[in-house]
């Protein structure tokens, strides 16, 4: 089955009424611009502010969020080449007296040594 002519005929109607909408809509906007011959670059300006505010890939929320996250891994970035600059410090360490790093870190002695350890409270 098809369309039948009055579906048509409401479909024409609605589509009439959004004109309607639409162009009251345009109206108001018309209405709260400033008058003078500048009133269609200030439009043309809103328009331009409001889709590139909401609707345009490059948004100022993306960018906003963008900026964030990169800010986000810089920190991440400076806390990692820390911790990297602090393992090689202690892989230095480690090489230079293995026997040094065994005794403070792991608390290891020689056969004949007795090990006190004092518990600071």
Known sequence: MGI???DSYICIINLFNMYQKFTNILQDIKDFLPGGPNK??????????IWMALFDKNRWVTQWQLQRSIYKYEREKD??????????QMTKDV???????GREEYLM?????????????
């Open 4 to 6: 039948s002519l009055i």
């Open 40 to 49: 269609k670059y200030i439009a043309s300006f809103l328009f331009l502010f």
């Open 109 to 121: 002695t020689k056969n004949d040594e007795d090990l006190f350890i004092i518990a600071v409270e």
């Open 95 to 101: 090489n230079s007296d293995i026997e040094k790093f």
């Open 79 to 88: 806390k990692l080449s820390n911790d990297i600059i602090r393992t090689k």
